[in-house]
C-alpha cells in the first residue's frame, strides 16, 4: 500500500467504525464515510465536505481510496465486459460484467492467480502469487458499478467465480461480501451473491453457519472419484464421499439449495452412464446442477460435449433440476484467466 497507507474498502462498516474510534473520532464519522464512498463515490476525502477539514487531512495521510487501474478492457457484442485490473502493487486479475435478462452481474476474483491446477482452466496457468484483499475485491465491483452507472444501470448481483479460490482466502471473502451486501455498503442482497468453491470442506461448513442469505455453488466436475481426481488435484485431498456428506451438512446448516456447477467435457464426463451416476449421486441432496459447455483453452486437450441436452434430460427426469447455462462473452477471451494470460504474453 503505497506510503504505508490503509486500503478504505479493506473496512467493512463495524472494522470501519472502530478504526475510527481507535483515532478519537466519534462511530457515526464511520457511515457519514461509508455515505460518501458507496452512495456519492466520492473517492476523495478533499471533497468530504460535512468532515471537519482537520480529519479529511489525517483521513487522506491514513487511508487510500484508490480503485483498481483499468489496464484493458473487452467488449463483447452481447454486452458482456472483461476488464484486466491493475491493483496498487501492480497484481493483475480479470473482472467480467455480463448482463443477464434479471440484472447485471459482474464475476470477481478472489486471488492473483490460481494454485488449485485443475486441467481445464486457464487461471491455473499463472500460479498464485497472493489473495486479494477484500478491499481490492471490492474495487472490483466499483468498477464495474461506477461504468454501470454512467449508464443509469447497477450492479445487482455478484458472483465469486473469477480467477481464485475463495475458500482458500475465507476470511477476506466473508468481509468483502459484508461491505458489498451491506445497506450502506453497496446494498447487493445476500440472495444475489454466489461463492463458487472447487471443494474444501470444513470452509463449506462453516460458511453454511455464517447466517446469511447468500449461495453456495460446488465445482464438481465429475460423477465418480476416478474422473474427479484426473481433473481436479483438490479431488486427491477429499474423497467424494466426504464432499457429499459436507454439502448435506451445508443444506442442513444453511437451509439453502446448493448448486452443483458441471462442465461437459466431451468423452472424458459427458456419457449417458456418467448422468445416471450423477443423478444417483445427488440424490436427496436439495440442489440444483448448473451445466456448464466448456469454455476451451488453447493450451488444454479438451473439447466440448455434443451430449449436453440428453444430459440435463436424463437428470432431470430423475428428479434433478438442471440447466445448461448461458453463454457471455464467446467473441471475447471471457474464459478464466485468458485475458491476463494474453496481456502478460504480449507484454
Ligand atoms: N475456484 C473456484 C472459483 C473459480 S472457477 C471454483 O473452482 O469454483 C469458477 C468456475 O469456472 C468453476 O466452476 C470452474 O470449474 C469453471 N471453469 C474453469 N475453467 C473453465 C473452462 N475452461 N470452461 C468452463 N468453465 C470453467
Known sequence: MDGGKRLFFDYPLPK?????????????????????????RVYDPEM?????????????????????????????????????????????????????????????????????????CASGLLKRTRVLTSGEMVGECLVVDDMLKESGERLSHVVVMGTGEPFDNYDNVMDFIRTINDDRGLGIGARHITVSTCGILDKIRRYGKEGLQINLAISLHASNEKTRRELMPIARGYSMDELMDACRDYVSSSGRRLTFEYILIDGVNDSDENAYELASLLKGIFCYVNLIPLNPVKEKPFRRSKNARRFMGILNARGINCTVRKEFGTDIDAACGQLRAKYQKDK
Not at 468530504?48 to 487531512?57: H, I, L
Not at 478492457?73 to 435478462?101: H, I, N, P, W
Request: aromatic share 12%; hydrophobic share 40%.
Open 16 to 40: 470501519l467504525e472502530k478504526a475510527v474510534v481507535e483515532e478519537g473520532e466519534k462511530p457515526y464519522r464511520a457511515r457519514q464515510l461509508f455515505e460518501w464512498v458507496y452512495k456519492k
Open 48 to 120: 468530504m465536505t460535512d468532515v471537519s477539514k482537520s480529519y479529511r487531512e489525517r483521513l487522506g495521510a491514513a487511508f487510500s481510496f484508490a480503485l483498481p487501474e483499468v489496464a484493458a478492457r473487452q467488449e463483447a457484442s452481447d454486452g458482456t465486459v472483461k476488464f484486466l485490473l491493475k491493483m496498487e502493487d501492480g497484481s493483475l486479475v480479470e473482472t467480467v460484467l455480463m448482463r443477464y435478462d434479471y440484472g447485471n452481474v459482474a464475476c470477481v476474483s478472489s486471488e492473483v492467480g490460481c494454485s488449485m491446477g485443475c486441467a481445464f
